[in-house]
């Protein structure tokens, strides 16, 4: 690091790395929580935390929230936009340690709150749509997070929280796709698409039925706008790199419209029933890690200031992540229980290659600069 920088900038890069390895831990409790809930044999934690319970907010906002919070920080440069990735990680690994409810809780909420801020602070910078659209996430990600303090069951929260991850997705996706011709039809059809799924989740607070179904209705069309305009039908065309974010981002679609139909389907959602799972599921896991999955080779780098090799190896977590989960939904939707453990445990593993993968593009030079001749 040149020794030149500020050291505001020198602080805030030597601890990035702390909360990227913080919000993996989150991933790690989540997962194992998850696993623990359908009976897979994995030892349980000593300490008394209920992972199994806090499976899903372990993973929405310990580790989607904290790595989100933490890549806008780095983008504004500034002290205070780390206090979200670092209040969200402090409360999830509290949670994790066994640390009982309000406070683990209540500083979830304070990150979000404080990321809300930093949104509106970026609209502030940039008025653009897709930096309205990002703030309009966050103030979602709040609202979810506050019912939360107020013990409403998540089944109740998890539209909120859809919302957050959905929309914050989107706003990226424009935020690339505003360097492209745009077709003037284009605009017109994304706010179609875009009412009726924040109406839906407004909605939801009073009338879950009605507001999940309109919820849905949205997240369809969202996944179809995306699916016909976002840049990736583009890109598919070029190998290497663009090509692999390209699937990752065109199957994440498909998995976002399929969560909206059984969402439509089977409102209202209601905690257990295997069609519950099916939908959260087809969103949190088809849809938000196929994002993640695609852009982690520019995301990560970035975030954590290191040079990534692309190898081609990375579609074998991706396509064990897509055929595990079409296995669990199966399972879902035809009551067979063995299919649904055994899609979340391959599931799993998806997303432990996905891990040693990340971390061996980072180690492992590329073949070409393996068979580089020495300098003489």
């Not at 998850?34 to 199994?52: D, Y």
């Not at 059984?262 to 849809?287: I, K, N, Q």
């Given at each position: 690091?040149?020794?030149?920088?500020?050291?505001?900038?020198?602080?805030?890069?030597?601890?990035?790395?702390?909360?990227?390895?913080?919000?993996?831990?989150?991933?790690?409790?989540?997962?194992?929580?998850?696993?623990?809930?359908?009976?897979?044999?994995?030892?349980?934690?000593?300490?008394?935390?209920?992972?199994?319970?806090?499976?899903?907010?372990?993973?929405?906002?310990?580790?989607?929230?904290?790595?989100?919070?933490?890549?806008?920080?780095?983008?504004?440069?500034?002290?205070?936009?780390?206090?979200?990735?670092?209040?969200?990680?402090?409360?999830?690994?509290?949670?994790?340690?066994?640390?009982?409810?309000?406070?683990?809780?209540?500083?979830?909420?304070?990150?979000?709150?404080?990321?809300?801020?930093?949104?509106?602070?970026?609209?502030?910078?940039?008025?653009?749509l897709f930096t309205l659209l990002m703030a309009i996430?966050?103030?979602?990600?709040?609202?979810?997070?506050?019912?939360?303090?107020?013990?409403?069951?998540?089944?109740?929260?998890?539209?909120?929280?859809?919302?957050?991850?959905?929309?914050?997705?989107?706003?990226?996706?424009?935020?690339?796709?505003?360097?492209?011709?745009?077709?003037?039809?284009?605009?017109?059809?994304?706010?179609?698409?875009?009412?009726?799924?924040?109406?839906?989740?407004?909605?939801?607070?009073?009338?879950?039925?009605?507001?999940?179904?309109?919820?849905?209705?949205?997240?369809?069309?969202?996944?179809?706008?995306?699916?016909?305009?976002?840049?990736?039908?583009?890109?598919?065309?070029?190998?290497?790199?663009?090509?692999?974010?390209?699937?990752?981002?065109?199957?994440?679609?498909?998995?976002?419209?399929?969560?909206?139909?059984?969402?439509?389907?089977?409102?209202?959602?209601?905690?257990?029933?295997?069609?519950?799972?099916?939908?959260?599921?087809?969103?949190?896991?088809?849809?938000?890690?196929?994002?993640?999955?695609?852009?982690?080779?520019?995301?990560?780098?970035?975030?954590?200031?290191?040079?990534?090799?692309?190898?081609?190896?990375?579609?074998?977590?991706?396509?064990?992540?897509?055929?595990?989960?079409?296995?669990?939904?199966?399972?879902?939707?035809?009551?067979?229980?063995?299919?649904?453990?055994?899609?979340?445990?391959?599931?799993?593993?998806?997303?432990?290659?996905?891990?040693?993968?990340?971390?061996?593009?980072?180690?492992?030079?590329?073949?070409?600069?393996?068979?580089?001749?020495?300098?003489?």
């Amino acid at each position: 690091m040149p020794a030149n920088q500020p050291t505001s900038l020198r602080w805030q890069r030597a601890g990035r790395a702390p909360l990227v390895v913080l919000a993996m831990a989150c991933l790690v409790a989540a997962v194992w929580g998850g696993l623990l809930r359908l009976g897979v044999q994995l030892p349980t934690p000593e300490h008394g935390a209920n992972w199994i319970t806090l499976h899903g907010p372990l993973m929405i906002c310990g580790f989607l929230g904290t790595v989100i919070g933490l890549e806008r920080a780095v983008g504004l440069r500034t002290w205070w936009t780390y206090l979200p990735p670092i209040l969200t990680a402090a409360g999830s690994l509290a949670m994790v340690a066994g640390v009982t409810a309000p406070h683990p809780v209540w500083l979830v909420t304070a990150g979000s709150a404080v990321f809300a801020a930093v949104a509106w602070r970026v609209v502030a910078l940039q008025k653009a749509l897709f930096t309205l659209l990002m703030a309009i996430a966050a103030m979602c990600w709040l609202v979810g997070n506050v019912l939360w303090t107020q013990g409403w069951p998540f089944n109740r929260i998890v539209p909120w929280w859809i919302a957050f991850l959905g929309l914050t997705i989107v706003g990226e996706r424009l935020d690339l796709n505003r360097f492209t011709r745009p077709s003037p039809w284009a605009r017109p059809l994304f706010f179609a698409a875009l009412a009726p799924c924040l109406t839906g989740v407004i909605a939801s607070a009073w009338h879950p039925l009605w507001g999940e179904r309109l919820t849905g209705a949205g997240l369809l069309a969202l996944a179809l706008w995306l699916g016909w305009f976002d840049l990736a039908r583009r890109t598919l065309r070029h190998p290497g790199l663009p090509r692999f974010m390209a699937v990752c981002l065109l199957t994440g679609y498909v998995w976002m419209s399929l969560s909206g139909i059984l969402m439509m389907r089977f409102s209202p959602l209601e905690s257990g029933p295997f069609p519950y799972d099916a939908v959260l599921h087809t969103f949190f896991v088809g849809f938000v890690f196929s994002m993640i999955f695609g852009h982690a080779p520019v995301i990560f780098p970035a975030i954590l200031n290191f040079t990534a090799t692309w190898r081609p190896v990375l579609y074998a977590h991706v396509t064990m992540l897509h055929g595990a989960l079409a296995l669990r939904v199966m399972g879902d939707l035809l009551d067979i229980f063995w299919a649904r453990q055994w899609g979340a445990i391959f599931n799993a593993v998806a997303v432990a290659l996905f891990l040693l993968n990340t971390v061996a593009s980072v180690v492992i030079p590329p073949k070409s600069q393996l068979k580089r001749p020495p300098i003489s």
